[in-house]
């Protein structure tokens, strides 16, 4: 539902008080920016006459912070299988914007497992339950370095392995929240195909599907491309091949995947690039160091990376240019 057909109803509706708490419980991260009490009352009788017209929750959220899903400038990291370099190319993205002066979010999406935070050399001291515990985005967002703030999703915590829906609401109205303010909001997913991955996966206006040249990064790759194209409408993914040891072993691995999707799934998949194998990413992780402020030219690793950036920035920028026509 468009914006601009979201209205309310002019004539002001009584509304019984337990009705009026539970609004301002649902929708206390809206209407906690709202100072004055005419204001804050004003929002919520509109927000009950939103619903009382059938206007989902996500729409709501909508009209009063002008973002809807999926959010133009969010971009999620995924892979079908572990270990083949999907948050170093995530973390590494995120900081690249933010040192060209971009205000960043990077959302670890790994619930339970997150460890982006490692690759970075920051000691993280909130986690998304402090969220879920206040109600309060800004009590789970840590600033790593100026413009790049981080959101942690748990460590070896069982709250937060299996989220439930009612959460992922949760989740999915803190980014609705927290979306005006940043240019670029990064989410790094866990590996695999799981019901959590593609609640978050829903969230970006483009998804990033990272493998490597093995057989089952491929074979795991294209089974996440399947699920998302049974899942979500029009999925806009493209592919990026990590640690290739040539041009040749990266586009055959694409053009594995790439056929397949053609065949089975009547989907193009773009192309957006290869990292090839190098000593010096591994240098960098091991020392917690990003390869884009380590090695920003080098033609196997930093400029890669950054080049994929902004490849990536453009899209969702032209995107973003179509949807306003």
Do not use: W
């Amino acid at each position: 539902m468009d914006k601009a057909h979201i209205k309310a109803s002019s004539d002001i509706e009584k509304i019984e008080s337990y009705q009026y708490q539970l609004i301002e419980k649902k929708f206390s991260f809206l209407l906690e920016s709202y100072s004055n009490t005419a204001e804050h009352e004003q929002a919520v009788y509109k927000i009950n006459s939103l619903m009382k017209q059938g206007v989902t929750e996500d729409e709501i959220f909508s009209s009063f912070t002008g973002f809807r899903f999926p959010l133009p400038h969010c971009i999620a990291f995924a892979s079908g299988k572990g270990g083949v370099g999907k948050s170093m190319l995530a973390t590494n993205t995120a900081v690249y914007y933010a040192n060209t002066g971009k205000k960043v979010l990077l959302f670890d999406a790994d619930y339970g497992l997150s460890n982006a935070n490692i690759y970075l050399n920051f000691r993280t001291e909130k986690s998304l339950l402090d969220f879920f515990l206040s109600g309060d985005p800004e009590d789970a967002l840590e600033i790593i370095r100026p413009n790049l703030h981080y959101v942690h999703t748990g460590s070896g915590d069982l709250k937060l392995t299996d989220l439930k829906e009612h959460e992922f609401i949760r989740i999915r109205k803190m980014l609705l929240t927290l979306a005006g303010k940043y240019d670029v909001i990064i989410l790094d997913c866990s590996p695999g195909i799981g019901r959590g991955i593609i609640q978050t996966l829903s969230m970006g206006a483009r998804t990033v599907l990272v493998t490597s040249t093995q057989s089952s990064a491929i074979t795991d790759t294209y089974a996440l491309l399947k699920v998302l194209c049974q899942t979500i409408i029009n999925p806009h993914c493209g592919i990026v091949v990590n640690m290739a040891r040539s041009i040749n072993e990266a586009e055959n691995a694409f053009q594995r995947i790439s056929l397949c999707a053609k065949k089975f799934l009547k989907r193009d998949i773009d192309f957006l690039g290869i990292v090839p194998y190098s000593f010096k990413i591994s240098q960098s992780l091991n020392n917690r160091k990003p390869i884009v402020s380590m090695y920003p030219t080098d033609i196997r690793s930093g400029k890669r990376i950054i080049d994929l950036a902004k490849k990536l920035f453009s899209s969702i920028e032209n995107e973003k240019m179509q949807r306003s026509k």
